[in-house]
């Protein structure tokens, strides 16, 4: 996998967010993290394996202190992960 930036793809989240947030749930103001969120996937529990599949994922923040996590490759369909 090539090295994504966050600061690089900020403004075309940030706009898939803003055309999308109706069919995506998102019914109040929000605040995007900076940076990316890697959700590691496993075969088994408990226990935590380094390294191996993982989920690029953007994560906001409601006002009313709900978290909203969306996998990259969701918002931006051309993205080359």
Known sequence: ?????????????ISALNNNSAALGINESVTL??????????KQLPGI???????????LVGNSGRIYIF?????????EI
Request: proline share 5%; aromatic share 6%; no cysteine.
């Open 49 to 59: 394996v380094i390294g191996g599949p993982s989920i690029p994922a953007v994560v």
């Open 33 to 42: 993290l900076d940076g990316f969120l890697n959700l590691s996937t496993q």
């Open 1 to 13: 996998m090539s090295k994504i930036d966050f600061l690089e793809y900020k403004e075309k989240i």
């Open 71 to 79: 996998a990259l490759k969701a918002l931006i369909k051309d993205l």
